[in-house]
């Protein structure tokens, strides 16, 4: 099994999706110990003063004038992360659930938030142990981080609430703990508050989020290349000169991935007889490139984003690497709550994009001579009539998600937290979009692949070929009499979440951008 070693200057967005999806093991290096030693010293020597810090030995947002005694400092650490695991709803996915925590980690082993070594690595212990604490859906404001999520997982890490272990199986956080032998922490001065304080949940979102979408963008130029050749449209609009000229590096490469798709094709600018030469493509094909394009550049923005915050140490108060520890507000989850609304937008307007070339594809006055919604007897067969119904619904559904949450803010905390972030619910919107987003380019894979198979005489790219035969060998049947369609769009679906669409072109074309 991999092995992710975590040292104090942040990790990779492979270190996330790697631990977060596929269960790899965590370590804290040599380095990140010593950074955790050391801010705890810091941390013991203020604690014994009688001044008050905020986190150390006062109470916490608009409770923050109390000063609390000595004795009473462990309540309060406990008492931080029961009062705050108060989340509401459905549970979270476990992927979810796994990069919070190792994010979490991952600030705690920076040396910033004055965490002791022993609980970082009771931390890394219960992700190793595959123990995935129960997180809801509804409890983040994104401000001061995702407290809510975080809470439940230091819940599990005291052995309470509930939990679900390696077998999927849901127990209590304390027997799980003990049939792997760890320990449950005791937590001391700062430490409670220190594992709630972060953006971690949205910044995991965000990191997979981003993973999906390099596949679903890359998918989509493919489909699209797919209904081009099944509208019998013209590729000249991909040439690398007409891209060159509009330098955005997305739209470049866009075209690039279309161009290679339909390298070799016989379909492309065939005139029909009794029918005029195109001069142009409907927009929804013939500007294609320029709205996945514009996807892959505001996912460039977000990936700079995302590496940011994966380099940042994000606690309130912090330990500096002076000794001073230091009130702040780098809780706040603005930077990560814009790029993953920003996001939605983008993969809105690509359903939006997808579902009218299917469309186009179904309407016999559009189609160049496909039959009425691809129906073997149209009037006897309704064709995939209702599945462009059903694209429609989740392009609809995917508009209303593209509402930014991140334009709201509802203040908290008797109005000390009076402006949030809501990033933790942009990303969980995003997701949803991102679900919905594979559905409909399954959906234009399944109509254009028909509408290539119907066009009888005519010989697709290779690259297209290989696509078809790929999508056929997975269970999705082609041209024919009406079937029960949803086992076929859900066999579509699956082959392009998995990737199998990038994989069966790609042999071919090279690697896609």
Request: hydrophobic share 45%; proline share 5%.
């Amino acid at each position: 099994m991999q092995t992710v070693v975590l040292g104090t200057s942040g990790t990779t967005p492979q270190d996330v999706i790697d631990v977060a999806r596929h269960g790899a093991r965590v370590e804290l290096s040599t380095e990140a110990v010593r950074a955790l030693a050391a801010a705890r010293d810091v941390i013991d020597a203020l604690a014994a003063k009688p001044e008050p810090v905020y986190g150390v030995s006062t109470g916490f947002g608009a409770l923050a004038t109390r000063h609390i005694s000595h004795e009473l400092r462990a309540q309060l650490q406990r008492n931080i992360v029961r009062s705050h695991a108060a989340g509401m709803g459905p549970r979270v996915e476990r992927e979810v659930v796994r990069a919070l925590m190792f994010l979490r980690l991952k600030t705690v082993a920076s040396g910033h938030t004055g965490v002791r070594p022993e609980v970082a690595q009771t931390m890394a212990d219960v992700l190793n142990a595959g123990i995935t604490p129960v997180v809801h859906e509804y409890g983040s404001l994104g401000c001061s981080g995702d407290l809510a999520p975080l809470s439940h997982c230091a819940l599990a890490l005291m052995g309470e609430g509930d939990a679900e272990g390696p077998d999927g199986e849901l127990r209590p956080a304390g027997e799980l703990l003990a049939a792997h032998g760890i320990a449950p922490v005791e937590l001391k001065e700062k430490e409670g508050l220190a594992l709630l304080n972060g953006t971690d949940g949205m910044l995991g979102m965000l990191i997979m989020a981003l993973a999906d979408l390099d596949t679903l963008y890359k998918s989509a130029d493919i489909t699209a290349a797919l209904s081009l050749e099944a509208l019998l449209g013209t590729e000249k609009v991909l040439e690398p000169e007409l891209h060159a000229i509009r330098p955005h590096p997305g739209q470049a490469a866009a075209a690039a991935n279309m161009l290679a798709v339909l390298k070799g094709s016989g379909l492309t600018g065939h005139a029909l007889a009794g029918e005029a030469p195109r001069v142009q493509d409907a927009y929804s094909v013939r500007c294609a490139p320029q709205v996945a394009g514009a996807g892959r550049d505001t996912m460039a923005h977000a990936r700079l984003v995302a590496e940011r915050e994966l380099a940042a140490a994000v606690d309130n108060p912090v330990v500096l690497s002076d000794g001073r520890v230091a009130s702040n507000g780098n809780f706040h989850g603005a930077p990560v709550a814009y790029v993953l609304d920003f996001l939605a937008i983008a993969a809105a307007d690509l359903g939006s994009i997808a579902e009218r070339r299917t469309d186009r594809l179904l309407d016999k006055n559009r189609s160049h001579g496909l039959p009425p919604f691809l129906a073997e007897d149209a009037g006897v067969d309704s064709g995939l009539m209702i599945a462009q119904y059903t694209q429609a619904a989740l392009v609809s559904e995917m508009k209303r998600l593209a509402v930014p949450a991140s334009a709201d803010s509802i203040p908290s905390s008797a109005m000390q937290e009076d402006h949030v972030s809501m990033g933790w619910s942009a990303a969980r919107k995003l997701r949803t979009a991102i679900g919905n987003l594979n559905r409909i380019i399954a959906v234009e894979l399944y109509a254009a692949t028909r509408g290539i198979e119907l066009r009888q005489g005519l010989t697709p790219a290779p690259a297209s070929r290989a696509a078809i035969d790929a999508l056929r060998a997975a269970g999705v049947a082609g041209p024919g009499p009406d079937r029960f369609l949803a086992p076929d769009l859900a066999a579509a679906d699956a082959f392009v979440g998995a990737g199998k669409l990038v994989a069966a072109v790609e042999p071919v074309t090279g690697p896609l951008a």
